[in-house]
């Protein structure tokens, strides 16, 4: 199976210029080029980091990459690359590849407005980790990526089919790291993994909540021991970006995408969202209680702590009474001073009684939690101010996250010296005319600019932005705004339009500036169409073609043989004289019904009677007289303090399976047929030329 989007964390290379004429064709196929510089980038990626050309392996790789292509014809012959679904999942991709090379890109007003309106609220939610490398290799990231996707779907109570697990298998063994453990004869990690999917259906048993069943058996975020995957309450700039979205975004009860991060893959089940109860700081009195207290020592800690509480009532010093008597060393030498917190992050007892303090220096009656006894003192608390007051503090923080890549500014500088960035001062000042205190309201029109005539306002690259631009621009920035100069707004955000107009154009040049990019944004784009037209043509075809399947198998079906078997009647006697008993029946003709009637007439214990088809080899004891009839010698059941008697009634010889007893095996042959004689179609429709030339130049 192909990677469906080979989605990797790539370590991106310097950038550089190059020319049409330094990428010469390597091979056509159908009369369709392809470049030097795309095959040779496949070519060294999939052969390894410290792959060495040579004329032998560069030469058998043409025949491979040659066939990935012409399947990408393919995709695109039946319109694959058109479908919404197609274009909305690689335009995510191509943003996560431009971030890179658009530093910074992310400071911008929307992202701002996003990270306040998430401010405002605090989301519980729980995960499982599938863990993979940021620099996995394309097979890696396949595998993580298909083992996340069948935990999902079993959570959603979808268990994955024969098939399915047979090509996760496939997946995982040709995986770089249990490939090498493979090679080491370790199989452990290998073991469990295909355990962790094999058994998806029983660990949905193990529990109400499905996702609390799966969770400790699947993920590798060592926490789950303990947390089951529940993360609790957490908020904005807490999560990496990519998380912290699919929290906000997914409704709750319901999993998420399956997200990606620098860690791995990630699914999300969101079990709460409320109102932020801000970041508070309190003082603390601790009286420690012992995890094997004894009565009297729970009794000595109430009465330490009661005897605090009344000083403090009585007028005592929070934070003298803290350094003197207060068991928690790391804060009492600060007057029991704890850091900052959010909710979600301590006791919950201790949380409640905290944020229930309602005034600064108001202190709580003593709390209980499993440290001991707590007397709390509230010293701040911040909730979520007005936008304004916090947008240049949420600014910084934005441009340290992950979200935002610093540099923006020299890249905005650089954009603009190589592309000749000329500014039209005069056409930003004639916005005086057509600005006034409407714009503070939030109710000013951008056909107020007609009138000026859409003069241009600056120029990039040979590319002219007018007025009317400029004036869409800021009807979409308006929001409502304190009297102030309205001209001196409209510079702002000018500033703003410039830069952001910039970084646009830039990004729409990645694909002829950097030919990393752009082979990077190809080898995307060509994996997505390759799962897809894959899993059309092999994968779902082999599942959903039931006609297709019956006479693959009703022509193949001497391929699926049971071996020789014995079909085997077990009578388990209560004694030896029993044994006696039925072997005297048995050789008189007595059927087995009649057997068991006449030596349980005295006794339903006498006899129990159990049929079982044997494979020749699974029981020793039957192998030991392989013939029809009543086996000479009685065995001994320890377990059950029984002895049993074998008769054999048929032995029958090889004989085909039915589709149902090897559906999945016939299954998983049927889709290497149907693979082999799809392959076969394409060589056969996608003629290959190869300009040797050209390929005997890669080295």
């Known amino acids: ?3 469906k989007a080979l989605v990797i964390a790539c370590t991106f290379l310097s950038p550089f210029f190059y020319l049409n004429a330094q990428d010469p064709v390597v091979m056509t196929i159908n009369d369709r080029p392809v470049k030097k510089s795309e095959f040779e980038a496949v070519y060294r990626k999939n052969s390894g980091k410290e792959a060495k050309a040579s004329n032998r392996s560069v030469r058998e790789y043409v ?4 066939l990935f292509k012409s399947k990408v014809f393919e995709a695109e012959s039946l319109g694959l690359d058109t479908l919404s679904s197609f274009r909305n999942e690689l335009a995510g991709y191509r943003r996560q590849l431009a971030a890179p090379y658009l530093t910074d890109k992310n400071t911008n007003e929307s992202l701002l407005t996003e990270a306040y309106e998430r401010m405002k609220l605090e989301v519980r939610a729980s995960h499982i980790l599938i863990r993979m490398d940021e620099t996995a290799l394309p097979k890696d990231t396949l595998e993580a990526w298909t083992r996340a996707n069948l935990i999902r779907n079993a959570i959603m ?12 298998e496939k997946l995982l063994k040709n995986s770089q790291h249990i490939e090498n453990q493979l090679k080491g004869k370790d199989s452990t990690v290998y073991k469990v993994k295909i355990k962790s999917i094999k058994n998806l259906s029983e660990y949905y048993k193990l529990g109400d909540n499905k996702f609390e069943a799966i969770a400790p058996k699947t993920s590798d975020d060592p926490s789950v021991v303990d947390n089951k995957g529940d993360l609790n309450y957490f908020s904005v700039l807490d999560m990496v970006y990519p998380f912290e979205t699919a929290a906000y975004t997914t409704p709750v009860g319901e999993l998420s995408p399956i997200v990606r991060t620098k860690f791995g893959y990630h699914i999300l089940k969101i079990t709460d969202r409320r109102e932020t109860k801000g970041e508070i700081t309190v003082a603390h009195i601790m009286v420690k209680l012992p995890k094997d ?7 000595n800690s109430k009465t330490k702590i009661d005897e605090l509480y009344y000083k403090l009532k009585a007028g005592g010093d929070f934070a003298e009474l803290a350094r003197q008597f207060s068991d928690d060393k790391q804060s009492n030498e600060r007057g029991g001073q704890l850091q900052p917190f ?4 301590l006791p919950k007892a201790f949380e409640d009684a905290a944020f229930a303090l309602k005034n600064n220096n108001d202190y709580s009656e003593p709390v209980l939690t499993q440290y001991g006894w707590h007397i709390i003192k509230r010293l701040n608390l911040k909730t979520v101010p007005p936008f304004d007051e916090i947008k240049n503090e949420l600014k910084s923080r934005v441009n340290r996250d992950s979200r935002s890549q610093m540099g923006r500014s020299a890249l905005i500088a650089r954009v603009k010296k190589e592309n000749n960035f000329k500014n039209n001062t005069p056409a930003l000042d004639a916005f005086k005319k057509v600005m006034d205190s409407t714009y503070l309201k939030a109710t000013w029109k951008a056909e107020r600019a007609n009138k000026l005539g859409n003069k241009e306002m600056f120029n990039l690259g040979g590319k002219s932005y007018k007025q009317n631009d400029f004036a869409k621009y800021l009807e979409s920035q ?9 001209f001196e707004i409209v510079k702002n955000i000018y500033t703003n339009w410039v830069n952001d107009m910039v970084v646009a154009f830039e990004d729409a040049q990645l694909e002829i500036k950097y030919i990393e990019f752009a082979n990077l944004y190809r080898e995307y784009r060509d994996g997505i169409l390759l799962f897809d037209l894959t899993d059309q043509k092999v994968w779902s075809r082999a599942v959903k073609d039931t006609a297709g399947l019956r006479q693959y198998y009703e022509a193949n079906k001497t391929n699926y043989l049971w071996e020789e078997r014995a079909d085997v009647t077990i009578y388990k006697c209560l004694n030896e004289k029993i044994a ?3 072997r005297k029946q048995y050789q008189a003709g007595k059927s087995e019904k009649d057997i068991t009637a006449a030596l349980n007439k005295t006794s339903q214990l006498n006899l129990s009677v159990e ?13 030991a007289a392989w013939m029809k009839g009543l086996n000479p010698k009685n065995f001994k059941d320890e377990k059950e303090n029984k002895v049993i008697v074998y008769a054999v009634n048929t032995i029958l010889q090889k004989t085909p399976k039915t589709l149902a007893e090897c559906r999945g095996s016939a299954t998983a042959d049927f889709q290497s047929y149907l693979e082999t004689e799809w392959l076969d179609y394409l060589k056969k429709k996608y003629v290959v030329k190869v300009n040797e030339d050209v390929l005997s130049t890669i080295n």
């Open 63 to 66: 025949d491979l990459f040659s």
């Open 611 to 623: 049929n079982i088809m044997f494979l020749k080899g699974e029981n020793k004891d039957v192998d």
């Open 580 to 582: 006696k008993e039925l």
């Open 157 to 168: 109570g979808k268990f994955p089919t024969a098939a399915d697990i047979t090509n996760y």
């Open 293 to 299: 207290a004894t009565d009297q020592d729970k009794q």
């Open 342 to 345: 959010k909710a979600g992050r």
């Open 1 to 3: 199976m192909m990677n």
């Open 478 to 486: 308006m929001t409502f705004r304190s009297p102030t100069d309205v």
